[in-house]
DNA sequence: GTGATGACACAAT
DNA sequence: AATTGTGCCATCA
């Protein structure tokens, strides 16, 4: 697999986001910090209307939600539902109010990643 | 270049 | 628990 760019903080996100298992989710602050911008959480969501939109499947999108364990619904509930359907197929608890229990399902990356260096 | 926008996060009410 | 305020920052126009 190629390397991201590392000039380009949303080459480098999509790298992260693709790295999230199947039956895990992570936060948007989560794949900010990995991806060599701790405080850039918000631009991630920003990312991610684009990977929508541009229907990069390689992606996993629905398994990125906020830092309370809820998948954001932010003006746009069907995707909020879409996102709930996804995970739920991939073996994700997502209760009727959109929460998933992060002390189940979030992802742990593993030492090596910690070890990248963008 | 400059200012507005928004799938955020966190602390303080 | 639910709101509100403040900081943040990659994108977009």
């Given amino acids: 697999m190629t390397l991201p760019d590392l000039d380009d903080f949303s080459e480098r996100a999509y ?11 992570a ?3 989560q794949i900010a910090f990995l991806a060599g911008a701790p405080r850039a959480a918000r631009a991630v969501g920003t990312l991610l ?9 390689d992606v996993p999108w629905a398994r990125v939600i906020n830092a309370q364990g809820r998948i954001s619904s932010k003006g ?3 995707r ?5 359907r996804i995970l739920q197929r991939e073996g994700v608890d997502v209760s009727a109010s959109l929460k998933v ?3 189940v399902h979030e992802w742990q990356p593993d030492h090596g990643f910690w070890a990248v260096a963008w």
């Fill in 15 to 25: 790298y992260v986001i693709r790295q999230i298992p199947e039956g895990s989710v």
């Fill in 101 to 103: 229990d992060l002390d």
């Fill in 27 to 29: 936060t948007y602050g």
């Fill in 80 to 84: 909020a539902e879409r996102q709930r």
């Fill in 49 to 57: 209307r684009r990977v929508i939109e541009n229907q990069q499947d």
């Fill in 76 to 78: 746009d509930m069907p």
